[in-house]
């Protein structure tokens, strides 16, 4: 029984012992904790301080400079003979100019755009130009070449009264081509039976015509003379002399007309052959 009494206290001691250990610990690193705390406090209290030394030195800086820049602008001003009102003129005056300067930059530039858009205008319109000159040229080669294909198409035949050979027409066309050549004067003729009709400077009158045979009579008046072509065939060149000093005169028929009372073709002279004074067709 007494044995048991003695333990009990032995059991609280250890306890607390236990516990007294603890707080020990804890109050250790309490401690430990602040320490740290406290010099990170400190530092940061010191940078806080480097920062607001820094801080009234800028200042003191910048009231030195702008003292400085007092300075020199009264200098300035001095040095100028301008008062502030001046100054402040010239600085707007400055200003303005700054201003004009960009909208004339600006202007510059509008014309420059406009100048290179109505170059590009022309260009284009230039290269439009240029495509119907081809064009033109390409159809005028074609021209000339379907009228030198036309010529070479053109009969030569010898005239009834002489060796030399003379191109004709058989068609209107060729006819047309004929005129073009521009080397003899060309004057057409409708002659109906019976009928005595100017052409050119000689006179023509139609006797006989057979459409089924190609075939017709005609008598020439010139120079108080008769020429009688008897029995002609169509296409044939018909030759007499005319004028004072006699040129060689040429008469093509291309056609006979309906009933045989009709034929159609030209007269041909050399250039320098009397003008008629007027063209019965």
Request: hydrophobic share 35%.
């Amino acid at each position: 029984m007494s044995e048991e009494v003695e333990q009990v206290p032995r059991t609280y001691s250890g306890a607390l012992l236990g516990a007294i250990a603890v707080a020990v610990v804890l109050g250790i690193a309490g401690l430990i904790w602040c320490a740290t705390l406290s010099s990170k406090l400190t530092t940061q209290q010191n940078e806080l301080a480097d920062a607001k030394q820094q801080n009234v030195n800028l200042k003191a800086e910048l009231r030195e400079t702008n003292a400085r820049l007092e300075v020199a602008t009264d200098e300035l001003k001095t040095s100028l003979g301008l008062t502030q009102k001046q100054l402040d003129a010239r600085a707007a005056e400055i200003a303005l100019r700054q201003q004009r300067e960009e909208a004339n930059s600006q202007v510059l530039a509008s014309a420059q755009k406009q100048t290179a858009q109505q170059v590009s205008a022309v260009s284009s319109a230039v290269t439009d130009v240029k495509t119907d000159v081809g064009g033109v040229k390409t159809d005028v080669a074609k021209t000339q070449s379907e009228l030198a294909e036309t010529v070479s198409q053109l009969t030569s035949m010898k005239g009834d009264l002489s060796s030399h050979s003379s191109l004709i027409a058989r068609n209107h066309d060729e006819l047309e081509i004929l005129k073009h050549r521009g080397d003899r004067n060309i004057y057409e003729f409708t002659l109906t039976k019976g009928q005595k009709k100017p052409v050119g400077t000689v006179s023509l009158e139609l006797k006989k015509a057979d459409s089924k045979r190609s075939k017709f009579t005609l008598v020439v008046y010139s120079d108080d003379k008769e020429y009688e072509k008897k029995d002609r065939s169509l296409n044939e060149p018909l030759q007499f002399y005319s004028g004072k000093d006699p040129i060689l005169f040429e008469i093509v028929v291309n056609s006979v007309g309906a009933k045989n009372s009709t034929i159609s073709g030209y007269l041909s002279t050399p250039k320098s052959a009397p003008a008629p004074a007027s063209t019965g067709q």
